[in-house]
């Protein structure tokens, strides 16, 4: 098989290229945005289950592309959104934080691809063994909770250890990364913070306008004594939050002092109070833009390198 077009025909998309799942701001309106551009949109689905239907149906109004929903295993409601999903049929679920093996059966069995995140090699193998349809690969480059290692050493690891295609997130922002991921075994290209800067993301303007006046070495990894490490712009809440952390508060703390942050700086825009998740990829996001512009700028740059 030609791996460079597997992932698009296993997804059903025209390019390569997918929107990562973002708590509190991957939505409809910005997933169907995405999806009607040619990639694949995935709505959140960290978040009740009456409103990740919603969503899907504002989605559905928009565009009849694929799409996908993303489900943080941690949640409380994931066997409901495990459910919504199957009746739904949803044609992509991606999976993060855990192992979805519980929930596989029932997914395939609807006619639900399943994409998890591997952190490692180990769960890499594991996911495919127990049906997976794809690996996502993500780098510590990336925006929101991140692993231990770079994409570019993920990356190949991973696609040593699997037959299935292999998405590489963290850190790609245009067509070199595209094609640097794609040289290491990559066949599809997960994009989270460029798409943060775009018309249709619902995040604050405060926040979008943070990501595009980012340079190279304005992001910080906060959270990470409670060993979930999440990398976000160096703002006032980041700032205050890495004070907070050197006076050996417990993980109960800490985990307090970051609850709702990523929904205030979403919601409100307020710096001293808002995570504003972002990858270090944000130094080369240079402009707020429709997700078509984004898409087509990020497909020319990559035919042009090819
Ligand atoms: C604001 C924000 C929130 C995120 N939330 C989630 C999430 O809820 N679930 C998930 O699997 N990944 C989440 N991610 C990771 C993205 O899906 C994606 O893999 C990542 O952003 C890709 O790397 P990049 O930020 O370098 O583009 C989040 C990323 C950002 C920037």
């Not at 791996?3 to 939505?27: C, F, H």
């Not at 909770?145 to 590489?168: N, R």
Request: net charge neutral; with cysteine; charged share 25%.
């Amino acid at each position: 098989m030609d791996m460079r077009n597997s992932i698009t025909e296993v997804l059903g998309i025209k390019y390569p290229i997918i929107q990562g799942g973002m708590a509190w701001v991957a939505d409809g309106k910005l997933a169907a945005s995405v999806s009607e551009a040619g990639g694949l949109g995935i709505i959140s689905g960290a978040a009740p289950v009456d409103v990740v239907k919603g969503e899907i149906e504002i989605l559905r109004s928009i565009t009849d592309k694929n799409f996908g929903v993303n489900i943080m295993l941690l949640a409380e409601n994931v066997e409901e959104i495990v459910d919504l999903c199957c009746e739904q049929k949803v044609p992509v679920v991606t999976t993060g934080a855990g192992n979805p093996a519980k929930y596989m059966d029932k997914l395939k069995k609807a006619g639900v691809k399943v994409i998890p995140v591997a952190p490692s090699c180990a769960f890499a193998k594991r996911f495919e063994a127990m049906g997976a349809d794809a690996i996502i690969a993500e780098g510590m480059e990336a925006g929101g909770h991140i692993g231990q290692l770079t994409t570019m050493t993920l990356v190949p690891q991973i696609c040593d250890v699997v037959s299935i295609p292999v998405i590489a997130a963290g850190g790609i922002a245009d067509g070199r990364g595209m094609r640097a991921c794609e040289a290491l075994g990559a066949s599809g290209f997960q994009l989270g913070t460029i798409f943060l800067a775009s018309d249709e993301c619902r995040a604050h303007e405060d926040y979008k306008k943070a990501v595009v006046k980012a340079k190279d070495i304005d992001t910080v990894v906060t959270g990470r004594p409670t060993g979930h490490p999440v990398r976000g712009l160096k703002n006032k809440f980041a700032r205050k939050m890495l004070d907070f952390e050197k006076t050996h508060p417990t993980i109960e703390e800490i985990e307090k002092f970051a609850s709702g942050s990523l929904r205030i700086a979403v919601l409100e825009g307020d710096e001293r109070r808002g995570s504003y998740m972002a990858g270090q990829s944000a130094g080369m996001v240079k402009e707020i833009k429709p997700v078509a512009k984004i898409i087509e700028g990020l497909m020319e740059d990559y035919n042009k390198r090819g």
